[in-house]
Every structure is written in C-alpha cells, then in structure tokens.
C-alpha cells in the first residue's frame, strides 16, 4: 500500500545553517505530496505541495521537489530560524485525494 | 482565511464512557476526515466522509467509533466506550472540492486523556 518514510528526528541546527529533511514514499497511481508543519501546542499547517512530477512547492523559504525517479520529496531550506522550530510531516495524497498517508514526523530545533 | 476548529482543545475521560470531539470544518468543503496521533507516534488516518457518508476507514475505526455531521456545519467523531489506548490527540480536517489532491485543512486538534 502506499506509504511514507520520513528522516528520523529529533534534528538540531544553529540559526542560518542549511536544512535537509529526507522523505521517500510508495504508492500505486500518482499521489500528490505535502510538507505539513506542527509548531509546538497547534496542529498541522500545510507548509507546500508538489502534485506531480518535478514540480516545486515552496512556501516561506522551505522547498521541496517532486522527484518521481528516486521516488522523493525532500524539504530543503537554507538559512533557518529560530522561529522554523517545529515538527515537520511529510504526508501522500493518493490519485482520489481522499486517504492522505504521513511519515512519523521529524522534530527540528533551531538554536540562536 | 477560514479554518477547521476544533473543541473542546482537552478532553479527560473515564475508561468506558462515551466522548464526542467536535469539528467545524471550513463552511464550503465537502470532504471531512478525522485523523489520531498518539503521543510521539505518526498521525494515523481514521475516517473519511462525503455526502453525509463514510467513504473510507482504517482497521482503527472499529465498532466503537462513529462518524456524524448533525446538522449543516458539525462533524462530530463519537468514541462509545473508551479505552486507555484511545489517548491521544484527535484531528479533524475538511477538504473542498474542485482540483483533484487538494490539501486537507487541519485543525488544532483535541487532547483525549483516558483515565
């Protein structure tokens, strides 16, 4: 079935270092992909998305390109903050759009 | 913007009774989803509901869980007696209609806390 794998956490960076947060997935058909974000206490936000191959979804200086090749969607940012500290869900819509699938989610804490 | 809400934002409950967690999803959506995430583990899909039925459910939702919209604006998820392991927090999230994958809106989420 389908599914997602996702970079375990928790991860650390100093303020304006590069961010990479690794996702791959399976799935049958041509799913859609999302990077959701949960900041500390609130619930999931969508961060971008990629509806098919090779697009780019960007949003706040976060990007992450639908690579169907190497069947990966990575988040990619570079220069974070401290304010980018947050929990970071890479999630697949199946052809329907109807059942989304995440990945375990990866903890990001940005330092000063 | 609009958003899903959720309420109440903390639910504690006896093991065995009855809780209902409530949602508004966003007024012109039409696809209703409600989603579990326990404590430092993935968010795990649960239902979803269109056209006042539901169309898919994981092996999570079992005969202890229902699914209802009440009345034009509520999308409720009712747990009918429940379990320790049922802690957890509890997403409701409304998708529109339209473009095929667009992405589901989420809200804040309900803190369910058995005891």
């Known amino acids: 079935g389908d599914s997602v794998t996702q970079m375990e956490g928790p991860v650390t960076l100093s303020e304006e270092a590069f961010l990479t947060i690794n996702c791959t997935y399976t799935?049958?058909?041509?799913?859609?992909l999302f990077w959701y974000v949960q900041y500390p206490g609130e619930g999931l936000q969508l961060l971008l998305k990629?509806?098919?191959?090779?697009d780019k979804g960007s949003n706040k200086g976060f990007e992450a390109t639908y690579r169907k090749e190497t069947t990966s969607f990575h988040l990619e940012k570079g220069s974070v903050q401290v304010s980018d500290s947050a929990v970071y869900f890479c999630?697949?819509?199946?052809?329907?759009?109807?059942?989304?699938?995440f990945g375990t989610g990866t903890s990001l804490t940005v330092i000063p | 913007e609009p958003e899903v809400t959720q309420t109440p934002s903390h639910q504690v409950t006896q093991m065995g009774q009855e809780v209902i967690l409530r949602c508004v999803p966003i007024s012109n959506h039409l696809y209703f989803y409600w989603y579990r995430q326990i404590l430092g583990q993935k968010v795990e899909f649960l239902v979803s509901f269109y056209n006042n039925e539901i169309s898919e459910k994981s092996e999570i939702f079992d005969d202890q869980f229902s699914v209802e919209r009440p009345d034009g604006s509520n999308f409720t998820l009712k747990i009918r007696s429940t379990k320790l392991e049922d802690s957890a927090m509890y997403f409701c999230?409304?998708?529109?209609?339209?473009?095929?994958?667009?992405?589901?809106?989420f809200g804040d989420g309900t803190r369910l806390s058995i005891l």
């Open positions: 799935a049958t058909g041509y799913p859609s």
């Open positions: 999230a409304s998708r529109g209609q339209g473009v095929r994958n667009q992405p589901q809106h």
């Open positions: 990629a509806t098919k191959a090779d």
């Open positions: 999630a697949l819509s199946e052809s329907t759009g109807n059942q989304f699938y």
